[in-house]
């Protein structure tokens, strides 16, 4: 491709993703400062933070129009749909829109806001104009030089540098540098492919849908005065405080920033960074409502777990650091291609790991520093092998860390404690935020992880959607139910990525970020309503008060548990369904292929199919116990309303995109998206594999399971649906009997496996041990040993003090007395009569006279 | 003046100062005491002239004088002021009755 084109691409894409990343923390800046000064009742700070991520989402959304145009995918291509597919970046665009709109309405009274609110919504209009503007210039430009244009970006990476990049398009390059420490740079950099653009996307729009829901949902913090009812003061009566709408707004911002900066990260030090930023955000916003005991505790759970898989992490930079010496992903510009960049140098032109020797003496050749990309000097102390098991260690430490951020087994209890925070937090950490992180990353890291970490990452997964799921269908709590089904969803996305199904975890992660935040803001929507009553035994029949939440709810339910109705006359379409049956189908398809390749590893199909039925049982459950039946609680029931429309209008949008934003499957525009990213080596699959001699499918092979692994799942799904509905819509079987009856499953369920026990037992009993040993030991030898000396001390100054009082003080006594004396007889001499003292004066002259005579020398 | 000699003008001070002397040690009116003083002084003033012109004192014997002098007519002016006001307090100018400061 030509080098200028590249580079312009590349800089305008930099430049609205780098704007879209940094608004959030401007804004942050100013909700922080500004509104501690602010009155309390202000709701400023919102309209500012939902400005800044609206904006980013516009921005984003240039850049996307700009990937999509720059990759050269045919968003219409999928079957014949034309009018679906260019709806969806469109409608996008033009749902920012009435969002605002309404919500100038709804809660618009003081004028300022008016102003700023209009000063926004002109702001988007300007900058949509200027993107169709944008969007006819570039028609015409890519008319003109249509030859050069076509074949740009296309053959980036396959032709003009051949087989210097193994990798699809992608940009990269440097904002600063941080420092140079010996040979190792450390630069903040930015990495855009199609996957970063994509996530922006998401992240933007659904965290703007989740500002805009906060507004309704946080406007109880609009008071000097805000009682926490969940607090007691010591002599019983609630809590009081001033109300945190600012702080909240403040947190949200910074979240976004992390999360998007994250993203953006051009090495994986970088992205370490974020990381931990992404974690201390999550730490302030579940510790919300700081003055709860259990928000405090799950803020410290949440933050401790996530250490724990940071540690892993960091295992894994020093590894990379001491045998690449970048942390760079890869080096994309033009001039210098291929002499830097961890994927080009683990991975050859073909995308294949190069491998010398065998068993422990295995090697991995670092590709870059045999020169052949280019000729440049090769450092001379830089290893041009790494360990086979070092890569290996590298690659499980990095996903450590990503077990932590998205809550996998063994690391995931911190995910449903982290409900202690408010609604908006809880949707926007387990969808879009947190928990996306560790997924993204596995996603990004891919060319690094050999075969032996990715069975690891596929079993992780696989215990931990069956965990997750399982723990779901006894919890009561309608946000625990959505908390488990996050991880149930996490897990599915780990097993893809790890069976090989790099498109489909991806995918799963894109679509399940939309159904979730739908579904949690329905939640939030619902809480909201009941009066912050979250127990689904107290609901029910909620139907008639919430139709909007419900229906959307149902969207979100339909979406995850993958229904679907088969479509025959649209064959390219496949089926008519929501966007979690297209991706779950997905992963079910690589899973199954996978295991048809390797049957040692069955289980990796098998539980993901069985999980979808429970997924899909479940998710109806709660929503049947939620909106329909008898009211449990006849007070709550009555006291129900829907929500303001500040907090629907966001339902509806994600609503829309949970629904459609899938749409085509694998041929849809989405997955189109995506695959313009995914790593080279993957495409054909790859047979015995590492030392576990794994086989990894291939897209064809996947592509012949699809039919079949849909099937099953829908099979799966269906089942599952059926029997919630038996169990919860139509009450023909008795629950509680059903409970009795299987008394000790549900009992080990509803404590969540034991796994808060185990933990307990096997880290937090023994450090009490441990603890209790020190004690011991401080109080038996170095207690007796301080106080031996302080027993000294005092000894050796009683002593003193005896020597003070005998020596000193007597010596001292006895001059004060003796002045006193002689003071006393001189008395006598001062009689008061001045002719005597004239006297004395006279005589006193002549004595001394006469005595000067006698004894001085002449 | 040349055939008086310096132990003329010594002896006159001498005995200028020891009747000085005795007035205040034997007057019991207080007035009589601040004479005593004068007589002190300018005893004092007359050796100190003849050692200005016997001497190698030169003119600083009789600037010493001099102040001498002007130091006695304060004084004088301070100790009148005081008796007169131990006056209008006790009634008398009888030093041997103004022994409040004795020990």
């Given amino acids: 491709m030509s080098p200028e084109i590249y580079t312009q691409i590349g800089s305008q894409l930099m430049w609205l993703l780098t704007a879209a990343w940094l608004l959030p923390l401007f804004g942050f800046m100013i909700e922080i400062f500004g509104g501690y000064w602010s009155p309390r009742t202000s709701k400023t700070p919102a309209y500012i933070a939902v400005g800044c991520i609206g904006t980013g989402f516009v921005l984003s959304l240039f850049a996307l129009g700009i990937w999509v145009k720059a990759a050269e995918i045919d968003l219409l291509a999928f079957g014949g749909d034309e009018a679906h597919a260019v709806a969806h970046d469109d409608h996008a665009a033009e749902h920012e829109h009435p969002v605002a709109h309404d919500h100038d309405r709804a809660d618009g009274h003081d004028e300022a806001h008016e102003h700023d609110e209009h000063a926004e919504a002109g702001h988007h209009e300007h900058g949509e104009d200027e993107h169709s503007e944008d969007a006819h210039g570039e028609g015409e430009h890519s008319h003109q030089d249509e030859d050069h244009h076509e074949h740009a970006v296309a053959s980036h990476g396959h032709d003009s540098h051949a087989g210097n990049d193994p990798f699809k398009t992608a940009f990269a390059g440097t904002f600063y540098r941080l420092g140079k420490f010996g040979s190792l740079d450390v630069t903040l950099d930015w990495y855009i492919d199609g996957l970063t653009v994509l996530m922006f996307a998401m992240v933007t729009l659904i965290a703007t849908c989740i500002h805009i829901f906060a507004i309704g949902y946080m406007s109880d913090e609009l008071t000097e005065k805000y009682e926490d009812h969940f607090v007691h003061n010591a002599d019983g009566s609630h809590f009081h405080r001033v109300g945190r709408f600012y702080r909240f707004f403040a947190y949200m911002s910074l979240f976004c920033f992390s999360m998007l900066g994250l993203v953006l990260a051009g090495n994986i030090f970088q992205v370490f960074v974020f990381w931990e930023l992404v974690g201390v955000c999550s730490y302030l916003l579940i510790g919300f409502y700081v003055e709860r005991k259990t928000a405090s505790t799950a803020a410290n759970k949440a933050f401790i777990m996530n250490r724990v898989g940071d540690f892993g992490f960091l295992i894994g930079l020093m590894i990379i650091w001491t045998w690449f010496g970048v942390f760079q992903f890869a080096e994309t510009n033009p001039e210098t291609i291929g002499e830097a960049g961890l994927f080009q140098m683990v991975r050859n032109s073909a995308g294949e790991l190069e491998t010398k020797g065998e068993g422990a003496e295995k090697t991995v050749v670092l590709q870059a520093r045999q020169g052949i990309h280019k000729e440049h000097p090769v450092h001379a102390t830089a290893a041009t092998e790494i360990p086979y098991w070092l890569l290996v260690a590298a690659g499980l430490g990095i996903f450590a860390g990503c077990v932590g951020k998205s809550a996998q087994f063994p690391l995931q209890t911190w995910l449903p404690d982290a409900m202690e925070g408010p609604t908006p937090v809880s949707a926007l950490v387990h969808s879009a935020t947190m928990v996306a992180a560790g997924v993204y990353l596995v996603g990004r890291f891919y060319p690094m992880f050999t075969p032996e970490v990715l069975l690891v990452i596929a079993y992780a997964g696989c215990i931990t959607l069956f965990v997750g799921a399982t723990i779901a269908i006894v919890a009561t709590d309608i946000k625990q139910v959505l908390a488990y089904s996050t991880i149930s969803q996490l897990g599915y996305m780990m097993l893809a990525l790890g069976v090989g199904g790099w498109l489909a975890g991806l995918f799963h992660l894109i679509t399940h970020a939309f159904f979730k935040s739908l579904m949690f803001l329905c939640s939030g929507s619902v809480i909201h309503g009941c009066h912050h009553e979250q127990e689904m035994t107290k609901m029910g029949g909620l139907y008639k008060k919430m139709p909007i939440t419900c229906w959307a709810m149902f969207v979100g339910v339909v979406a995850i548990s993958g229904l679907a109705i088969p479509v025959l006359l649209v064959p390219k379409l496949g089926a008519l369904a929501f966007s979690g049956y297209h991706s779950k189908d997905a992963i079910v398809a690589s899973a199954l292929t996978f295991s048809n390749l390797n049957p040692n590893h069955s289980l990796l199909f098998f539980m993901p199919l069985i999980t979808a039925g429970i997924t899909a049982f479940y998710m109806f459950r709660m929503w049947f116990m939620t909106f329909f039946g008898k009211p449990r609680d006849q007070h709550i029931y009555d006291h129900a309303h829907e929500s303001p429309r500040v907090m629907t209008v966001p339902l509806i949008v994600l609503g829309f995109f949970a629904a459609f934003c899938a749409i085509g499957g694998e041929n849809g525009p989405l997955a189109q998206l995506i695959l313009t990213t995914e790593p080279t080596h993957l495409a054909n699959g790859f047979e015995s594999a590492g030392s576990v001699a794994l086989s990894f499918p291939s897209h064809h092979q996947i592509h012949d399971n699809h039919a079949t692994a849909g099937t099953v799942a829908l099979l799966a799904a269906l089942l599952g649906t059926l029997l919630a509905y038996l169990f919860y819509g139509a009450k023909l079987v008795d629950t509680d009997l059903m409970k009795r009856q299987f008394s000790g499953i549900h009992e080990f369920l509803r404590e969540k496996w034991m796994f808060d026990e185990l933990y307990d037992w096997m880290w937090v009993r023994p450090v009490h041990v441990v603890s209790s040993w020190a004690v011991a030991f401080d109080k038996q030898v170095l207690d007796r040993f301080l106080h031996f000396l302080s027993y000294l001390v005092v000894s050796i100054s009683s002593w003193d003090r005896k020597f003070d009082e005998a020596v000193v003080d007597r010596i001292v006594n006895a001059v004060g007395e003796t002045t006193f004396s002689i003071g006393r007889s001189l008395r006598v001499v001062q009689t008061g009569r001045i002719r005597q003292y004239v006297t004395f004066i006279a005589l006193s002259v002549v004595s001394l006279f006469v005595l000067l005579f006698v004894f001085l020398p002449r | ?103």
């Fill in chain 2, 1 to 103: 003046m040349d055939g008086i000699s310096l132990n003329l003008f010594l002896g006159v001070g001498a005995l200028l100062f020891v009747c000085g002397v005795l007035c205040m040690t034997t007057k019991r009116n207080a007035i009589g005491v601040l004479m005593g003083v004068e007589l002190v002084l300018n005893g004092a003033n007359i050796n100190l002239v003849a050692f200005s012109k016997y001497g190698t004192l030169g003119l600083d014997g009789q600037i010493m004088s001099l102040f001498v002098i002007v130091l006695a007519a304060a004084e004088a002016a301070v100790a009148l002021a005081i008796v007169l006001s131990f006056y209008n307090n006790h009634r008398t100018v009888d030093v041997d009755q103004a022994s409040e400061l004795n020990g």
